[in-house]
T-cell receptor, first 114, second 113 residues
Framework: GAVVSQHPSRVICKSGTSVKIECRSL??????MFWYRQFPKQSLMLMATSNEGSKATYEQGVEKDKFLINHASLTLSTLTVTSAHPEDSSFYIC??????????FGPGTRLTVT | GNSVTQMEGPVTLSEEAFLTINCTYTATGYPSLFWYVQYPGEGLQLLLKATKADDKGSNKGFEATYRKETTSFHLEKGSVQVSDSAVYFC????????????FGQGTELSVKP
């Protein structure tokens, strides 16, 4: 149980285009999902907290107009990287909060912007 | 504030060696503590957890004890395998942060045959 999926697992896009990443909780409902970014050999950096039916809460320094988050249902949150540039290339990971304190992580999405 | 500090990696061990990865934390109140493991190119998997002082979390031969007096949650395994090679993250969940986990910087473990 408690499986979180992400799609796509890898994506390559051209500079200036937008990319959407989906995060789904497959066997539980998640009112809260989190989006992280991870640079090589570094820890996870929390980008935003996504709450179903309301606006996402962004961490300081994260551009909300660049990283659009939508949490339209209890099992799906999406992250759209708008007008992507090479510096947006990274590993993006989502997690979904199940019980009071447990989070389950997706397998990650490797974004490469050329 | 809340923070987690892990020993720096990479840690390189021979198969069947004893493993310790140190983790200390700073937090107000009584946080829950976690160890996550990340295999190359993958997301994080919950390895074990402890929710109160003196709790011992264990899974797949790994264990860690929540020590409030030393604010520590060190990860140990008696005999590592090559398949344990991964990055290990210590994390805490403070009660008043809206569900946000606080991660350590991660410790890379490499086990050689």
């Amino acid at each position: 149980g408690a499986v979180v999926s992400q799609h796509p697992s890898r994506v390559i896009c051209k500079s200036g285009t937008s990319v959407k990443i989906e995060c789904r909780s497959l066997d539980f409902q998640a009112t809260t999902m989190f989006w992280y970014r991870q640079f090589p050999k570094q820890s996870l950096m929390l980008m935003a907290t996504s709450n179903e039916g309301s606006k996402a809460t962004y961490e300081q320094g994260v551009e909300k107009d660049k990283f659009l988050i939508n949490h339209a249902s209890l099992t799906l949150s999406t992250l759209t990287v708008t007008s992507a540039h090479p510096e947006d290339s990274s590993f993006y990971i989502c997690s979904a909060k199940a019980l009071a304190y447990e989070q389950y992580f997706g397998p990650g999405t490797r974004l490469t912007v050329t | 504030g809340n923070s987690v500090t892990q020993m720096e990696g990479p840690v390189t061990l021979s198969e069947e060696a004893f493993l310790t990865i140190n983790c200390t934390y700073t937090a107000t109140g009584y946080p829950s503590l976690f160890w996550y493991v990340q295999y190359p190119g993958e997301g994080l998997q919950l390895l074990l957890k402890a929710t109160k002082a003196d709790d011992k979390g264990s899974n797949k031969g790994f264990e860690a004890t929540y020590r409030k007096e030393t604010t520590s949650f060190h990860l140990e395994k008696g005999s590592v395998q090559v398949s344990d090679s991964a990055v290990y993250f210590c994390a805490l969940y403070p009660y008043n942060q809206g569900g946000k986990l606080i991660f350590g910087q991660g410790t890379e473990l490499s086990v050689k045959p």
